[in-house]
């Protein structure tokens, strides 16, 4: 049976979706291939996925000139050591403060696994790449595509725009679920310790880049990318309102929960996940309360500073 599935939303774009073993997690973890005057790879996947990616890229003939990396949550890049390897002669680029934990990767394998308990187990774990291969995103050619640096959702994120406007933003912009029927969900990806400030920051970047085509990181490609980019700003903007509401009724124990309840009925841009099924919305659940302890952390540190 094939773990993975290869999409051509656009004639120069291919999505692949990967499937790890875990139920609700068949049309999530997505790699890209971009083929402009060079052919792109962005993001890996797991290293569970690893061989079916390998597969996919055989099934289309796709030989890459690049390996980017958005960033190396295990989910996007804990399969570029085999990948890497399969490839030789093919950069991998990253943001530097990632090049370090690519080379040796057991410090971020067990801080994952601390983090994602059974996840990180089920994703796999993080072989090494060789340093040789690795590549500051910042020496990377402009006619190949221009990095954008966007921390946020991690402090070593980036972002690529290739030269005819396809903007492959990792989780910069958020999550962008393609639900089926016209359906979407777009979400907050942001995880502990996150910074709005920073966050918003890059937003504004990536706006300002006026992408024509977005490739999100998990699973959709949409041509309106600036009204994306746009909408999720603004969504930020409104779950610090609302947690920031809830945090004030106190009852720490129940935050969490009366925060995710909260959002589900109030943020329009979640409306699409009571379309899906039980195992998809629990692993919704789960990166939604991920995204809060994050909003939480960050208003938590503001108050700290104002006493």
Known sequence: ?????????????????????????????????????????????????????????????????????????????????????????????????????????????????????????????IDPVPETRLMNATELSCGLCRPVMTPGHAPHHISYLTPDNTLFAGEAGGVNLDLGDGHICLRPATPPRFDLKITVASMDRLIDTAPAVICYGHNSLRTNAVELLCRHRQQLFSWQALIGNEMEKGETGTLLSRCADRLLKEDTLLAGLSQVGPAVFQREQFFIKNSLAGFIGYLNDLRSLAR
């Not at 971009?34 to 796709?62: N, Q, W």
């Not at 980017?68 to 399969?86: E, F, K, Q």
Request: hydrophobic share 40%.
């Open 1 to 125: 049976m094939k773990t993975y599935a290869i999409r051509q939303p656009r004639p120069e774009v291919y999505r692949i979706a990967l499937a790890p073993p875990m139920e609700g997690f068949d049309n999530f973890i997505t790699a890209w291939v971009y083929r402009g005057k060079k052919t792109l790879l962005v993001d890996t996947g797991p290293s569970v996925t690893a061989d079916a990616l390998l597969s996919a890229l055989a099934e289309i003939r796709c030989r890459p000139d690049a390996i980017l990396l958005t960033h190396i949550h295990i989910d996007h890049a804990g399969g570029i050591g085999r990948v890497s390897n399969a490839f030789p002669g093919t950069p991998v680029i990253c943001h530097e403060k990632a090049i370090p934990h690519l080379v040796n990767p057991e410090k971020l394998w067990q801080s994952t696994r601390q983090t994602l308990g059974a996840m990180a187990e089920a994703y796999g774990p």
